[in-house]
């Protein structure tokens, strides 16, 4: 009898760890904060339902920037996650690391998945030397965001936004406002303080930031952004500055940009297009109409579009064949048109895919919430060219602090626009060398 | 024999974790600034000492020793002094002394990063608190976090608010085992208030002060990190970079890792230095009781 139990047990041990052995486990690191922690948990466990022999272990582990150094430490500590979200600018020192096994691979030796219904835009920035290394995830780019209202009040037609650097300093002027004391009540515009606006305006110019056509075609060897196109960003962004129709926020910060244009402080705001979502509430919440409209460029500029940001899907590798295939099950899963569409839908980063877009369309989707039309549209009618397909640098997240530092430099009036500029391209020059170094 | 054994068996522990979680680090990247690294590690190269080199070259960084030492200074003073008026306030025998001495002391309790947000809420230019009293009583606009040189004084600002109730606790301690007779003949002699202050109180303090004086410095030095982060990310135009936030760029924003070594070492050395001259030169000074 106490024979039996004991046999009993040890049976059932074995039965529940071989279950649980069975079940595969993966990490997922991801840099979304707020609300979208949520979301993710969510959208995990609908996988999991689905799967129930997969296990995914989603966690939040802080920004962009934390997300990448607690990915390095855990390659170099050997437990690293299955899967990971690396920001745009990572790309390039994530192959360069030699660690993930890179998407294209994992695709090509899966018929069931085709990465033709993805956008051609997405597609052309995550594709290195013809190869795609991650799976685009969330994706936006910058659009002007205006206030209807605040137009109307300033004599200026509600309907006809900037869509020049031009008329962006001259409207900027009629919406300035000013008290007996010569403050500045409300000001034209803003936007976050931070080098990915100097980029994409010089992408909306079709201009590149580095040589070997914007890194695209080799490893870039040096900046060349002290252009006609860049020096025409520096200026407009001096003279905005100067006659006080911007108020520059601290460096990136994208919430106190937010909360001086929902707050009626400015009249326009250029920030990302996953911020559709929060300005159509907010909106609505300090009643205000507002208006979206393209990227503005200078008048006489060539055209050219705007560049994909945000963050892609990496897998890693180092580990057993069974996990990196439950994990690319779980990256193929993330990409389908629902997953997709709910991402948008709770976010405002927009639809990879192709067919997730016509979906939203033909529900009518977009009839009811064309500012989420207006960041689509831009996208689409961007001229793929490798300056607007994005700049592959390894050493990015340094030339972006450079720039802003020139901004500033150059708005404390320690330097001119010219000078600020070439001094910020001899700066990433030298980041560049000196990450190029570490590869030569 | 055991008798000689005992004690260093029993210092392996401590040695241990020391060795294990100070020397060795240490080390290593002492090491490490003789090399250039991948940001994942794959490869590391000897470059010498071309990261020291390059480090004096490049103004950006020989400007961050500027900063550091201009913030270290002023924030260190004006704290030391204000805490010890106020520690001489609060030792007043006046009605509900407790409780200024609980509000006084409560920035202690709050984090450097919650203090940097709660400073970036009340320095904002367009809805912070400061602005709307300045703009109501003296018409003043004032772009804290985003001009120089305020940018920089607001460090400091919100620096002394966040590091002066530990040394007013100290202070205070201090102040309350001066003995009342030394106090009381004093001012039977006639003695002001300033000489009170200057030729009793400031010399019995002393060993107070020097040791609150090294602290805050070791505390501005590396511990200011998560203020200036919060409030300026190091601008305008790298006014408010300290050595500190240098390495911090360095070493996990860009994953310059050689770079960020040396300038750990550099860090270390200039603390290194400013600790023994202190030690040496200051403390001969300090009047112990």
Redesign the interface.
Known sequence: MKRSVVFFLVLLLVVFSAVGFGKVKIQFWHAMGGWRIELLNSMAQEFMKLHPDIEVEVQYTGSY?DT??KL?AA??AGEAPHVVQIYDIGTQ?MI????AVPMQDLIDSDPTFDIGVFMPQVLNYYRVNGKLYSMPFNSSNPILYYNKTLFKEAGLDPNDPPQTFEEVIEMGRKLVKR???G??VQAGITWP?HSWFFEQFMANQNAPLVDNNNGRTGRPTKAIFNSPEGLKIFKFWNTLTKEGII??????DWT?AR??FL?Q?VAMLISSTSDVKLMEDGAKENGFELGTAFLPRPADAESGGVVIGGGSLWIIGGHPKKEIDAAWEFVKWMALPDQQITWHQNTGYFPVRKDAVSKLLFSGYYAEHPHHLTALLQLLLSKQTYSTNGAIIG?F??IR?II??AV??M??G?MTPEEALAWAEK?STK?IQ?YN???E | MSRKIAPYLLLIPTFLVIGLFIYWPAVYSFNLSFHRRTPFGNRMIFVGWKNFIRLFEWSEYTNTVVVTVSYVALSVSITVILSLLLAMLLNQKIPGVRLYRTFIFAPYAISPAIAGVLWSFLLNPVVGHVNYFLTKTFGLQVEWLTTKPYAFYSIVFATVWKMMPFDVIFYLAGLQSIPDELLESSIIDGASLWKRIRHIIVPLLSPITFYLVIMNIITTMFAAFAIIDVMTKGGPANSTTTMIYRLYLDAFAFQKTGIAAAESVVLFLIMSVVTIFYFLLVEKRVHYQ
Do not use: C, M, W
Not at chain 1, 96 to 99: A, E, P, S
Not at chain 1, 247 to 252: P, V
């Open positions: 920037r990448l150094n390095i390659v170099q020192v360069d690391g030699g660690i008290d007996a004391q403050n500045i303080f108020i520059n926020t601290k460096k990136e106190g909360q001086l707050s402080k050493a997240p340094e602090e802003e530092t500033e430099k708005i404390a320690e700066e980041a000196e170094e570490l590869y």
